[in-house]
């Protein structure tokens, strides 16, 4: 049963576990309903990584934990994100802005440096601009 870190309250809304849901669906739920949400491994530093460099930036992203049998169920990040890093073989840990997965911490890093990560968190509301 995936567990559930939250950095912050998104909106005074609440975290809702619905068994009936697959682990699939409550994935892509929790994915619409966070403006900035990462899955992760109880055990992954790169999502610590993740979580500080947000922080430094003002935002508190919801932080989701998967059991391993779950981590299958999360949507690929998209193929520019993924392509030759370590995102692509290791799904987790995964970060997710306004609902499109911007990949692992790499392509996060990377979207920082060139300047557009600020804009992207402004844009859905993650942060004030």
Same mark, same amino acid.
């Given at each position: 049963?995936?567990?559930?870190?939250?950095? #912050?309250?998104?909106?005074?809304?609440?975290? $809702?576990?619905?068994?009936?849901?697959?682990?699939?669906?409550?994935?892509?739920?929790?994915?619409?309903?966070?403006?900035?949400?990462?899955?992760?491994?109880?055990?992954?530093?790169?999502?610590?990584?993740?979580?500080? /460099?947000?922080?430094?930036?003002?935002?508190?992203?919801?932080?989701?934990?998967?059991?391993?049998?779950?981590?299958?169920?999360?949507?690929?990040?998209?193929?520019?994100?993924?392509?030759? #890093?370590?995102?692509?073989?290791?799904?987790?840990?995964?970060?997710?802005?306004?609902?499109?997965?911007? @990949?692992? /911490?790499? $392509? /996060?890093?990377?979207?920082?440096?060139?300047?557009?990560?600020?804009?992207?968190?402004?844009?859905?509301?993650?942060?004030? @601009?």
């Amino acid at each position: 049963m995936m567990s559930t870190t939250t950095t #912050s309250t998104v909106s005074g809304a609440g975290f $809702s576990i619905d068994e009936e849901e697959s682990a699939e669906e409550r994935i892509r739920r929790l994915i619409s309903e966070h403006p900035v949400i990462i899955f992760s491994r109880s055990s992954c530093c790169m999502c610590h990584v993740m979580k500080k /460099l947000l922080a430094t930036i003002g935002v508190h992203p919801t932080v989701i934990q998967l059991d391993d049998h779950e981590i299958a169920s999360l949507p690929p990040p998209p193929p520019a994100a993924a392509h030759g #890093s370590i995102s692509s073989r290791n799904p987790v840990p995964a970060v997710f802005i306004g609902g499109t997965c911007v @990949g692992g /911490l790499e $392509s /996060l890093v990377a979207l920082h440096l060139s300047g557009r990560l600020v804009p992207k968190l402004v844009e859905v509301g993650a942060l004030w @601009g």
